[in-house]
């Protein structure tokens, strides 16, 4: 089968779900693209990395821009395969937020090359998989805004708070363990980091009257 342009993102994202040979593709992709670069990786070097056929990454993807796209939108079905996955069982608002953040920067982290490769690369795409790409994050993004506004509507969070900056800010935070590895790794395990951001932020959204339901949660004081 033949993945191209017309598919839609949900016909792409299903075959990355369930075909080990695409994940192996857009996986070599990602670390070969993040190391070097699109413009001079090669589509031979990235069958290399994957082990594969350069004939096969063709069968899937008719050109290297379309391999780009594929990683970037991998990630993001991912995002909004993971978070809903994540907040299905979880009832608390506050817990339905960490729960969120959780799942967000699980994908960061097992996807950190991609996230990489999304920053340097969804400029150079054309307009139509730049706007594509700019939809499905807001659409990633709707899990958390909502999350945030049902902690405020409970009233476990501050009635003056923002939910929108609030909520993407949290997105970028998550996003930090991909673009500032070098430092955190270096410091602290990716458990550590959920725990610690969540912490600061939960510190500054969560009234004062609820900090004792939730002490698992604010091990960080501000």
Known sequence: MTISHHHSADEVAATARQDVRT??????????????????????SIADEAQVSVGLIYRYYENKEALVRAVILDVLDQMNYQIPLALEPVEDPVRRVAAAFTAYAGVVRDKRKAVLLTYRETG????ESQDLVKSLELQT??????AVQGAIESGHFRDNLNPRPYSYNLLLIAHSWALKYW??????SFEEFV????????HGALKPEFHRDYPDLLTEQP
């Open 23 to 44: 994940r192996q593709i857009l996986d070599a992709a990602a670390t070969v693209m993040q190391r070097h670069g699109s413009q001079a990786a090669s589509v031979k």
């Open 124 to 127: 150079n795409l054309n307009q």
């Open 141 to 146: 993004g709707q899990f958390m805004l909502r």
């Open 183 to 188: 430092y955190f790794a270096e410091r602290m």
């Open 195 to 202: 725990s610690v951001q969540l912490s600061i932020v939960l």
